[in-house]
Nanobody
Framework: VQLQASGGGLVQAGGSLRLSCTAS????????VGWFRQAPGKERECVAA????????YYADSVKGRFIISRGNAVNTVSLQMNALKPEDTAVYYC?????????????????WGQGTQVTVSS
């Protein structure tokens, strides 16, 4: 199983970015997917997750109302639309997939991880 995260970059505060996660080696739609981030010197934290069906989502309080996770039209793709970005959103963002179909948002529940994509928000 391989996950590929893309879409990161440098953006000014208040701007938007759209991250994409594409999987190979498994049917993405059968499993929950999470987006995590890790800033320098901090632990990896979950920012959003979506169930296998797409009917349930979870957002960390810090991104609620600004980020939207969705299953893309393309097969085996999950996106994270990030709006109203803040400097504190700066981190490496990872997508992950595991063995659960329901929404989970802890690192220990995910077995497969993408390589990460850097998001930098300037003030």
């Amino acid at each position: 199983v391989q996950l590929q995260a893309s879409g990161g970059g440098l953006v000014q505060a208040g701007g938007s970015l759209r991250l994409s996660c594409t999987a190979s080696g498994r049917t993405f739609s059968n499993y929950a997917v999470g987006w995590f981030r890790q800033a320098p010197g901090k632990e990896r934290e979950c920012v959003a997750a979506i169930s296998a069906s797409g009917g349930s989502t979870y957002y960390a309080d810090s991104v609620k109302g600004r980020f939207i996770i969705s299953r893309g039209n393309a097969v085996n793709t999950v996106s994270l639309q990030m709006n109203a970005l803040k400097p504190e959103d700066t981190a490496v963002y990872y997508c992950a997939s595991g063995g659960y179909s329901v929404v989970v948002c802890t690192t220990s529940r995910y077995a497969y991880w993408g390589q990460g994509t850097q998001v930098t928000v300037s003030s």
